[in-house]
């Protein structure tokens, strides 16, 4: 368990504006990106980016791998490019310290133990719905809403919005049945309340991502 002393230095890495560009690149891309398309993209040098990209991999920002990138496999194919995607490390500091995670960790343990009419997990569901909906209708726009709750909303070729992060993250280990449902619930509530189709939210978990995808239009 990460204390505030390990926040505090997480966001001292990301106080560099070299590196914290190179963060936000990084968590904006649908693909792992390597450190020539990063170092091009923040118009900085590939030995500063790859200094900077191992630094913030050390520190838990983003995770690495290994691929070819020109498609090709066997002898004579070059050696894989070392490869950088989004990291798992959440960063939250309040001073003095408030344990809202703790707070959701609670509620979450209660609504998972209530009576089992399930009145108090239709009441957080219900909730939920209630906030996404007064989100979406203050917004219009259900991109530009879910980006402002935290789920890093992306268009996907076909027209899904993708949901690359789950505001829930801290909770959703210990109660993954509970957040989904919350995030459905808000996420229909949003679109609802921007005027669009909320059957257009559907429950697809995944790793990597939050556990509801946005269809272009709704299912047929």
């Not at 990063?38 to 118009?43: E, I, M, N, S, Y």
């Amino acid at each position: 368990m990460e204390t505030i002393h390990d926040d505090l230095d997480g966001i001292g890495m990301l106080t560099d504006e070299v590196r914290r560009r190179l963060y936000e690149f990084v968590r904006a891309q649908a693909e792992p990106v390597t450190r020539d398309e990063a170092a091009q993209a923040t118009a900085i040098s590939r030995t500063l980016a790859a200094y900077h990209l191992d630094r913030l991999a050390e520190a838990g920002f983003v995770e690495v791998d290994y691929a070819r990138t020109n498609g090709r496999t066997g002898p004579g194919a070059g050696r894989p490019a070392k490869r950088y995607a989004p990291g798992s490390r959440v960063v939250a500091v309040s001073l003095p310290p408030r344990n809202y995670s703790l707070l959701a960790q609670l509620l979450a343990s209660a609504a998972d133990s209530a009576d089992a009419s399930g009145a108090f997990r239709a009441a957080l569901a219900e909730a939920a719905e209630h906030e996404g909906h007064a989100l979406g209708a203050e917004s219009t726009d259900v991109t530009a809403a879910l980006a402002t709750a935290g789920y890093e909303p992306m268009t996907a070729d076909d027209g899904d919005i993708v949901l690359r992060n789950c505001p829930f993250h801290s909770v959703v280990q210990q109660h993954p049945e509970l957040v989904c449902t919350l995030n459905e619930s808000f996420v229909r509530g949003t679109l609802e309340g921007a005027g669009e189709d909320p059957g257009r939210a559907e429950l697809s978990p995944c790793t990597g991502r939050c556990c509801v995808l946005v269809h272009a239009e709704a299912n047929s």
